[in-house]
């Protein structure tokens, strides 16, 4: 059989159900090929699906634009490690998501194993932003040789430029320490700390759930966008001789799609925990329109923002060096290498995996002997 009757939240182990969703529900004993087509009926899930399963596309639109700009280097050039990165992170966190709702009725091992992948994507993706943020945001970050050019300025405007760095740099030495030695580490070992607590609520402050996972995502936020507020915080970072149109366009185009990105998060944070509008309607919202499809909806449009102020930075970057930082200023950040962008993400996975491995275990113990009565309905 392709396809299993739907049932209501009565019908199914308390595990599987959610709150003010009464009916749509599949049944924990779907085979693969069931899961597969159930995302072209109406079930409770198959909006969570698509949500963020088709976004994968249009980020993947948007993200391939940089690269028929014109005068950027090949896509393989070592400037755009971080930027792969970034977009491994993000393709992870979209597919694992829509995997996982699409599959979690498998069985109910299988359902936790893909929520606890799911969240080992979305730290993954956290730490694929910081590397975004480091090379390209990071107010150390300067144009590697890329052969793009160098610095046309005169002397006297790279005297100028690097008493102004110095002089920022003293006002604001502590950022520098933490972005230089502390950032990537900090970034790391938050994103493995959201994991495990994520997981554990699967377990552990079942009531609280979705308020937990919500808070400890604001910890690795906090941590990445610092590059950010470092721009806010301090003179501009733009040259004084560049054309006043070029400019302001690029800091306040950067800071337009930050606080956009910044208000679809506390949108898809509300949505999360308050359960609106099934809250108010149960039974209404149940396929299509309940929380967690807005949910996914606004936590893409917030990736799209992201996306679009790194693009913005790469632009600076690639082709106006001056109007980020001049070259004069010491000292240069180090170029992204295969070892310090794609040798983090990895070790990063690992220890993912590790961990989801752990907790798989210990959902096999709990749930093995509920899972053989329930093959038996």
């Known amino acids: 059989m392709w396809s299993l009757p739907l049932v209501r939240h009565t019908d199914v182990p308390q595990r599987v159900t959610e709150n003010f969703i009464l009916s749509g529900y599949r049944f924990p004993n779907y085979s693969l090929r069931q899961c597969l087509a159930s995302a072209f009926r109406p079930t409770n899930e198959t909006?969570?699906?698509?949500t963020h399963f088709l976004p994968i596309f249009v980020?993947?639109?948007?993200?391939?634009?940089?690269?028929?700009?014109e005068g950027v280097p090949e896509p393989g050039n070592p400037f755009f490690y971080p930027y792969w990165n970034y977009f491994l992170g993000v393709f992870y966190l979209l597919l694992a998501s829509s995997?996982?709702?699409?599959?979690?009725?498998?069985?109910?091992?299988?359902?936790?194993?893909?929520?606890?992948?799911?969240?080992?994507?979305?730290?993954?993706?956290?730490?694929?932003?910081?590397?975004?943020?480091?090379?390209?945001?990071?107010?150390?970050?300067?144009i590697p040789?890329?052969?793009?050019?160098g610095w046309n300025g005169s002397q006297e405007s790279v005297e100028e430029e690097a008493w102004h760095s110095t002089s920022l740099t003293s006002r604001l030495w502590g950022f520098h320490l933490f972005f230089d030695s502390l950032y990537i580490p900090s970034s790391f070992l938050v994103a493995i700390i959201c994991v495990l607590t994520c997981c554990k609520t699967r377990q552990c402050w079942r009531k609280?759930?979705?308020?937990?996972?919500?808070?400890?995502?604001?910890?690795?936020?906090?941590?990445?966008s610092t590059p950010v507020f470092y721009r806010f915080l301090s003179p501009s970072p733009y040259t004084s001789h560049s054309p006043s149109s070029s400019s302001p366009y690029f800091f306040s185009t950067m800071a337009a799609f930050f606080y956009r990105h910044c208000f679809w998060l506390v949108v898809s944070a509300i949505f999360n925990i308050s359960k609106i509008p099934e809250r108010f309607s149960p039974g209404n919202f149940d396929i299509w329109g309940h929380?967690?499809?807005?949910?996914?909806?606004?936590?893409?449009?917030?990736?799209?923002?992201?996306?679009?102020?790194?693009?913005?930075?790469?632009?600076a970057l690639l082709h106006s060096p001056a109007l980020v930082l001049s070259p004069a200023t010491p000292p240069r950040l180090p170029g992204p290498t295969l070892l310090s962008t794609y040798g983090i993400m990895v070790l990063l996975q690992m220890c993912i995996a590790?961990?989801?491995?752990?907790?798989?275990?210990?959902?096999?113990?709990?749930?093995?002997p509920e899972q053989k009565k329930l093959k038996r309905h």
């Open 47 to 50: 909006g969570n699906f698509w």
């Open 208 to 224: 609280y759930r979705y308020g937990v996972r919500t808070l400890v995502f604001l910890l690795p936020f906090c941590i990445s």
């Open 354 to 368: 590790s961990i989801i491995a752990w907790f798989g275990w210990g959902a096999y113990q709990i749930y093995a």
């Open 145 to 149: 040789e890329i052969g793009l050019g």
């Open 59 to 69: 980020f993947a639109f948007h993200f391939l634009e940089v690269f028929v700009w």
């Open 99 to 142: 995997l996982a709702h699409l599959l979690n009725s498998m069985s109910l091992i299988i359902r936790e194993i893909c929520f606890f992948v799911d969240y080992g994507t979305i730290s993954a993706y956290t730490v694929g932003s910081s590397l975004a943020y480091y090379y390209y945001i990071h107010p150390q970050a300067g």
């Open 291 to 315: 929380s967690h499809q807005w949910f996914h909806c606004c936590t893409f449009l917030s990736i799209l923002d992201e996306l679009q102020m790194i693009k913005v930075e790469l632009w």
